[in-house]
Structure formats: structure tokens, C-alpha cells
């Protein structure tokens, strides 16, 4: 099964052709983060993509660079679920939502998403964010969520690390797969 473009298998998460791997981290246990380390400068975006699982519900932030400063990230939501629609803002958080705002990881199905963070080496401007998500709310294996959020992170700096968790003290298990890539522009 094909998911917003990562194949659903427990052996491999498919970029587009151009896209070069920086990292992939497959889970074999329970795990309370996800982090990405000494990312290297050489490209121009980076995109990760995952599809992921947890002991119960939870919904995933995302830390950059270690920054837990409550005023430096921002995030814009869209959702939906079923025949109901919402969207808002979030700030004043210690990371950016690296998941639609209502969306969860759960237990049984897959959370698959893609984030995008463009220009992230840039040391004149903000960080732009941008994410698709989807997920199974009742653990059926059908009917869910599928949200797009934006946001930024407020700061100059490149970004060399990562670090994902979920709220409430929840951990990712078994299972659970992340790959960073780099994606350069065309000469």
C-alpha cells in the first residue's frame, strides 16, 4: 500500500529520484524520541518521511536544533475528518507540531507524514515548515484525519538537528520508521 508516497512496508521509505539519503531510523523497540543529529549543510531543503507508532495515543512535536524557547516556534493547521473541517494557530509552544493538530499516533495503524524544511541552512531569514499527515483515529483501518500544517522556526541559525517526541509522555514503538533527506537545487 502506497501512502502519500512512502511504501508501507517494514523494509523501506521511497523518496523521489534527486532526493539523497541522510539518515533512516528503523525502530526495533519503544523509544521516548527520534533524533537526527549533525545534519549536514550541503543541501538546499531537507524533507523527512515517516510513518510511525506508539504505546497510546499521541500527538508528535518537533525540536530544532535543541531550541525549547517557547516564543521560537509557530504553527498554522488545516484538518479533516470525516465531513468536519477545522484550522487554527498555535504559539507559545517549546517545538513546532511536526503533526496535524489533532492528529495522533496510535497503536495498531501507521501515522504517515512528510515535512518539508526549506532553506534550512539560510542564516539571513526564519525557517519555513510545511507538513501532510494522515492517520487512522478509531484503529480500524479506515476512516481518519489528514491535516496539512505551515509554520516556522523563529532563528538565524542553520539547522543541524532534529528531535521528535510525542506529548503526554507517550514513546514511539516498534516499528516506527524516519528518513531524513537532502534535496539540492538543479544547477
Known amino acids: 500500500m502506497t501512502i ?28 521516548a ?56 494557530d498555535l504559539t507559545s509552544r517549546a517545538a513546532i507540531l511536526g503533526m496535524g493538530y489533532t492528529g495522533q499516533f496510535n497503536t495498531t495503524y501507521p501515522t504517515v507524514g ?4 526549506l532553506d534550512y541552512t539560510n542564516t539571513t531569514k526564519i525557517k519555513t515548515i510545511r507538513g501532510i499527515h494522515g492517520v487512522d483515529t478509531n484503529n480500524t483501518g479506515y476512516g481518519g484525519e489528514a491535516s496539512m500544517n505551515s509554520g516556522w522556526y523563529n532563528s538565524g541559525s542553520a539547522i543541524t538537528s532534529l528531535r521528535f517526541y510525542l506529548d503526554g ?7 516506527s520508521k524516519y528518513g531524513l533527506y537532502g534535496i539540492k537545487e538543479s544547477a
Open 114 to 117: 512528510i515535512i518539508d524544511l
Open 33 to 88: 524520541s527520534i533524533s537526527f543529529t549533525g545534519i549536514p549543510g550541503t543541501f538546499t531543503h531537507l524533507q523527512l518521511r515517516y510513518y510511525g507508532f506508539s504505546n497510546s495515543f499521541g500527538t508528535q512535536f518537533m525540536e530544532i536544533n535543541g531550541n525549547t524557547s517557547t516564543g521560537d516556534y509557530r504553527t498554522h493547521y488545516t484538518f479533516g475528518s470525516g465531513a468536519t473541517a477545522s484550522g487554527g
Open 4 to 31: 502519500l508516497g512512502i511504501i508501507a512496508s517494514s523494509k523501506l521509505v521511497a523518496a523521489p529520484p534527486g532526493f539523497e539519503s541522510i539518515q533512516t531510523q528503523t525502530l526495533t523497540g519503544t523509544q
Open 169 to 175: 509522555g507517550n514513546n514511539f514503538t516498534a516499528g
